[in-house]
């Protein structure tokens, strides 16, 4: 046992190694202690809760031990948001529902209970009892709504401007935008080539969709078969 | 497309906006859960997470990170939940700035479900997540110059085609394929 004593004489190194050696996550990471994995790799890993919210609640974390979300190197918090989002599909198609809750808990107040850094996939169904994850809509006075919005502006903004200029691809976001229906016309008419798969293999063009994220944003609402169908009158 | 009111309200620009670029909007709701509660959400309609390519998907959560870190400083808050509800509207996460006797209370109870139905859902996760990593690997593995993009190509196929029971094969396979 470490006393209160020796604690006050430990350096925040010596206090950080202690949390890692009794952090019961590490322990499930390194093997130590059984878990059900879902999914695993070189740097995050996914396990079940086993006080489940629902069927199939799941817990995401990174493999190395960081007790808060902002202390988390970026390649790997981004490495992690991306794959939530493949989590939550998988979690949604083996539960066969369509909504999923992504819980996260910053702090013992918000209900962090863990060193380990970590937050909750938990799929969802229509009357499933799980009102407590409603967000209440309360009523206060305008300018007590209004008090921290320069505070808060300032922050995030400078914030998201040293995010985007470490992943230095401020521009490449861009691409992303959504487009109306007669850029998209311009755009089908500016590449024969894509007009060429849509009416010709649409089936196919429906896969490159998918595995395109930019691409797919683009054609996001559109009935592929409907607009091949259309292309095909248009060239006759 | 249907008709979205949120879609209307990020276009109008009427809400307090406390953060907005070409593809995400933060805005500070007017009956919010509590002082300093940020709303966050993807100017692209969508109701699924799925929906959104994955850039975007990353950027959504940093901004709600920096949501948080902002409200610890600005209000000094204790804590923060970040809640995203998926339903049919548009896609949206909340940031909600804690506080001791604040009112508010996300946390849930838990269920308890037998082993049996804990190994039954752990399979069928298994069996669905199985292929996440493995997608990104290929992406991956044509830059690293691991292997030729032609052959990456082929075990993409390979991989869609593999029948429930062969996985654990192939996963040998896979491995055995690794080692000289």
């Known amino acids: ?236 | 497309m249907m008709a979205c009111v949120v879609c209307d309200k990020i276009k109008e620009k009427k809400a307090l906006i406390v953060y907005e670029d070409v593809n995400l909007i933060a805005i500070l709701p007017s009956k919010p859960a509590a002082v300093g509660h940020i709303k966050i959400m993807p100017k692209q309609h969508s109701s699924k997470l799925e929906e959104l390519g994955d850039e975007l998907v990353q950027d959504l959560f940093f901004l709600a990170n920096f949501s948080s870190a902002s409200v610890f400083e600005a209000l000094q808050a204790h804590g923060t939940n970040i809640i995203l509800n998926e339903s049919d509207n548009h896609l949206a996460i909340d940031v909600i700035p804690r506080k001791e006797n604040d009112g508010l209370d996300f946390m849930w109870k838990p269920k308890q479900l037998t082993p049996e139905e804990m190994d039954s859902v752990h399979n069928s996760i298994k069996d669905k997540a199985f292929v996440i990593g493995k997608v990104e690997q290929e992406q991956k593995e044509p830059a690293q110059e691991a292997e030729p993009v032609e052959a990456a190509e082929e075990k993409k196929e390979e991989i869609i085609k593999i029948p429930e029971e062969e996985k654990t094969n192939y996963l040998i396979k896979q491995l055995t394929d690794k080692i000289p």
């Open chain 1, 1 to 236: 046992m470490v006393s209160e004593e020796d604690l006050q004489n430990m350096s925040p190194e010596e206090i950080a190694e202690l949390q890692r050696k009794q952090c019961i996550f590490c322990k499930i990471i390194k093997g130590e202690i059984p878990s059900k994995k879902v999914f695993e790799d070189d740097k995050i890993i996914a396990i079940l809760d086993i006080n489940p919210a629902a069927k199939g609640h799941t817990l995401i974390m990174t493999k190395e031990h960081y007790p808060i979300l902002p202390v988390i190197p970026l390649d790997v918090a981004a490495h992690m948001f991306r794959t939530t989002k493949y989590l939550v599909k998988s979690l949604k198609e083996a539960m066969v529902t369509n909504s999923a809750t992504v819980f996260i808990a910053n702090g013992a107040i918000a209900g962090q209970q863990s060193p380990h850094f970590l937050y909750h996939l938990i799929p969802r169904e229509p009357d499933d009892g799980l009102d407590k994850f409603m967000i209440p809509a309360n009523e206060f006075k305008e300018e007590e709504v209004k008090q921290h919005l320069s505070a808060l502006k300032g922050k995030l903004g400078l914030m998201m401007r040293e995010y985007k200029a470490k992943k230095g691809k401020e521009g490449e976001v861009k691409q992303a935008k959504p487009i109306s229906q007669q850029d998209l016309a311009k755009f089908i008419d500016a590449n024969p080539q894509v007009r060429e798969a849509i009416i010709n293999h649409p089936e196919e063009f429906k896969k490159q969709l998918e595995a395109n994220p930019e691409l797919k944003h683009m054609f996001v609402g559109i009935n592929i078969d409907k607009l091949s169908m259309a292309l095909k009158q248009i060239k006759k």
